[in-house]
T-cell receptor
Framework: GAGVSQSPSNKVTEKGKDVELRCDPI?????LYWYRQSLGQGLEFLIY????????KSGLPSDRFSAERTGGSVSTLTIQRTQQEDSAVYLCASSAEPGLSTDTQYFGPGTRLTVL | GESVGLHLPTLSVQEGDNSIINCAYS??????FIWYKQESGKGPQFIIDIRSNMDKRQGQRVTVLLNKTVKHLSLQIAATQPGDSAVYFC?????????????FGQGTELSVKP
């Protein structure tokens, strides 16, 4: 079946512009996660959505970052007034139901963001 | 703060040899551990996981070992193949307190020589 998809695959923007990154999770998955991966680094947690619960925003680095998940499916990560340090690969993952034995997180291919 | 880290940033092995990738974690409350493989330009791919009530789990050509006493995790790959070349990440989760989010290590790059 279809995996996690993300768009765009690459995004180049100018410092100070806003960007929106999209994630389509695996159908039926209730949990959705955003991570950030800087060059040569591990993944850094950003935000986590689970069903209708309030999202866990504890990993968002600043108030320029926000995310929403509409209808329990598609999610959009928005970065306002982008800075050069925001350049990274933004990865989305989804899982069936955290807390149970089948909650493996499956990742999308990522969006590579470059801020000039 | 809490962290998950790797002992070796790079590992080069001969095709057909066994590979061992190590990982240390610092949060004694962690109860779930995962290994991911990431090829260049792709997202991480799930390899194998293990829960804290186990100390060993085997998959196809891969084995994960967990030593809670010293907070150490390892991934063993048998008969390493060129297709195994990638960056390998360990990740941990403390479900009870942190929901589903994963804390990742820095990664080990595995290079397989033909």
């Amino acid at each position: 079946g279809a995996g996690v998809s993300q768009s765009p695959s690459n995004k180049v923007t100018e410092k100070g512009k806003d960007v929106e990154l999209r994630c389509d999770p695996i159908s039926g998955h209730t949990a959705l996660y955003w991570y950030r991966q800087s060059l040569g680094q591990g993944l850094e947690f950003l935000i986590y959505f689970q069903g209708n619960s309030a999202p866990d925003k504890s990993g968002l680095p600043s108030d320029r970052f926000s995310a929403e998940r509409t209808g329990g499916s598609v999610s959009t990560l928005t970065i306002q007034r982008t800075q050069q340090e925001d350049s990274a690969v933004y990865l989305c993952a989804s899982s069936a139901e955290p807390g149970l034995s089948t909650d493996t997180q499956y990742f999308g291919p990522g969006t590579r963001l470059t801020v000039l | 703060g809490e962290s998950v880290g790797l002992h070796l940033p790079t590992l080069s092995v001969q095709e057909g040899d066994n590979s061992i990738i190590n990982c240390a974690y610092s949060n004694s409350a962690s109860d779930y551990f995962i290994w991911y493989k990431q090829e260049s330009g792709k997202g991480p791919q799930f390899i194998i996981d293990i829960r804290s009530n186990m100390d060993k789990r085997q998959g196809q050509r891969v084995t994960v070992l967990l030593n809670k006493t010293v907070k150490h995790l390892s991934l063993q790959i048998a008969a390493t193949q060129p297709g195994d070349s990638a960056v390998y990440f360990c990740a941990e989760n403390t479900r009870r307190n942190q929901g589903g989010k994963l804390i990742f290590g820095q990664g080990t790059e595995l290079s397989v020589k033909p």
